[in-house]
C-alpha cells in the first residue's frame, strides 16, 4: 500500500505541471490572483469561447489550482495557492539543475574556446 502513497504526489505534481504548461492556462490564474472572478471575467482578456475558457477552468480545478463555488446564479473561480507553491518548489529543483548544468557547459565550451586559439 506504501507505493499508492508514493505514486500519488508525483501524479499531482505532473497534473498540475501539465495544467501550467498552457499559457491561456497561465494567465487565467493571474485573474483569480487578485480575488475572486466569475467565468465572464476570466474570459474576458480572450479571444476565445466561454465554453473553451470552462475547458481551461475544469484542467486548473483538477490540478488543484482553482475552486470554482456557486452562489444564486454566479459562479466564481478562486485562486488556491497551496498547489501553486508546492508546483513551484517542484520547479525550482529542475531550475537549479538546469542553470548548474549549463553553468558547466558554459565553462567547459570557454575552455575549448581558449585551447583552440593557442597557437
Known sequence: MGGV???RPCLSSSVRAAALAD???RAILA???EGDATVSELA???SISLPAISRHLKVLEQAGLLTRSRSAQWRSSSLQ???LREATAWMERY???WDDNFTRL???LRRIQEQERKP
Open 44 to 46: 474576458e482578456p480572450f
Open 5 to 7: 502513497a508514493d505514486v
Open 31 to 33: 485573474r483569480p490572483a
Open 81 to 83: 495557492a497551496e498547489p
Open 106 to 108: 558554459d565553462a567547459h
Open 23 to 25: 499559457p491561456t492556462r
Open 95 to 97: 531550475r537549479r539543475f
